[in-house]
């Protein structure tokens, strides 16, 4: 202890007192007078920087990402109208809607906000708990994993849009139910019917109550629906 009633103007802290003194607002951030003075901070130690930067924001290198983003601009992924209307013969990524994103991630790379977590989900989801990014996409299945096991209150937003682009929603993830052709008739006329089983309003409730997922029946976001949908709109409060 520091025999004064003053406060020192410079103390040195050991790294697991690094969280503490940030929300302790004792502190003045460095990188008020950083930014003030154009300090020059690009020769320091890499991993001294890791340590102290928090990334603004991060992607997982997975294409299903830039699918999103391009359908949120009103764009298509591939041609023929994604494949719905003939074979897709060419990718479409490199038209406006894919320029727009890749140049975003590329400004943010050269602002030094774009974190690089690689291709694992798990290590850009422990890095958001880590508190070492701020913000980055995910499955809405990731919701209540994130909000449970986070020791901050954590915040969800829908995709974003460039300036002066209309958003147009995600396109559906995928994670369908296949029926398989080469098997017994009576395994597939159960397998109908399970299908019959998951796609009931009140089940649908209860499966994306459990998993994040979002429910496949219209009558699920329904109050008079079947269950009265008391477990979803409870689920919908505490993960808005």
Known sequence: ??????????VQVFEVGTKYMIESGYIEPMQTFIDRDN?????????????????GFSVISHGWFTEQMIANQGG????????????????????????RWFQWLADLREDGTLGNYGRDWDDHRAAFLAQTVTMY??????????????DFE???AFLPVPDGVEPHGAAVG?????????IP??????????????AQPDVQVQWAASTGYFPITKAAHNESAAHNESVLQEVYEQYP
């Open 1 to 10: 202890m520091v025999g004064t009633s003053e406060a020192p103007a410079l």
């Open 39 to 55: 300090f020059d901070v690009s020769q320091f130690e890499e991993n001294i920087l890791a340590y102290y930067q928090v990334d």
């Open 76 to 99: 298509l992924y591939v041609d023929n109208d994604n494949g719905r209307s003939g074979e897709p013969t060419q990718a479409l990524i490199n038209q406006e809607e894919g320029q």
């Open 137 to 150: 996409l995910d499955s809405t299945a990731s919701t209540s994993g994130n909000v449970n096991n986070a």
């Open 154 to 156: 954590v915040g969800t």
């Open 174 to 182: 995928g994670a369908s139910l296949w029926m398989m052709a080469d």
């Open 185 to 198: 008739e009576e395994v597939q006329e159960a397998a109908w019917e399970f299908i019959k089983y998951a």
